[in-house]
């Protein structure tokens, strides 16, 4: 096992009439090479300088919006609620989603072929500064838009929600089956 570690940190410093604000940013990228797979990680902190007010109310409408947007087959919708920098690991898929194009043809392509009914059965919300986390249990009904099959799935998520300029947005979404007992 070959790992790199690479950190940068830069400084912003913002000078108003009255007040000298410097921020600082840490971006570390490590690359792990283990028989012949490469992982490279790159997390980016910056410090939290105000959160935005949030309760777990508001989070739950963001995932109720999606829920809707999901069983109304509204691709604008869904994409509302996505961050432009948003990560999505849909359901059954091999590939990571990193731009809103990948995201949008993704959920164009599902909506095409399949009609939702989602019920929400289980949730957790964790609250942070300018930060969401939400876990949770679905209940997924498709309906084949060419053959009329119909498949019931019970399925798990996490999502991640951040604020942006006080607009809460989904930052990652993963969505996976529950396997069977």
Known sequence: TTTTRTTTTTRTTTTTRRTTT???TTTTTVTTTRRSTTVTTTVTAAPCLRCSPV?????LSLIYDYIN???SGDVPSMMALYAREAIVIPLGSSTVLYTPQDVEAHY???FAAVRFQVRLTWQSISLGCNTATVAGTLQVTTTDRSSGSITTLP?????II???NG???IAQSHISAVPSA
């Not at 309760?55 to 989070?59: A, R």
């Not at 399925?155 to 999502?159: A, N, S």
């Open 155 to 159: 399925l798990r998520f996490t999502v």
């Open 22 to 24: 410097t921020t600082r």
């Open 108 to 110: 164009a392509a599902a």
């Open 162 to 164: 951040n604020s942006y």
């Open 69 to 71: 947007a999901l069983t």
């Open 167 to 169: 607009q809460w947005l």
């Open 55 to 59: 309760n777990s109310n508001q989070i």
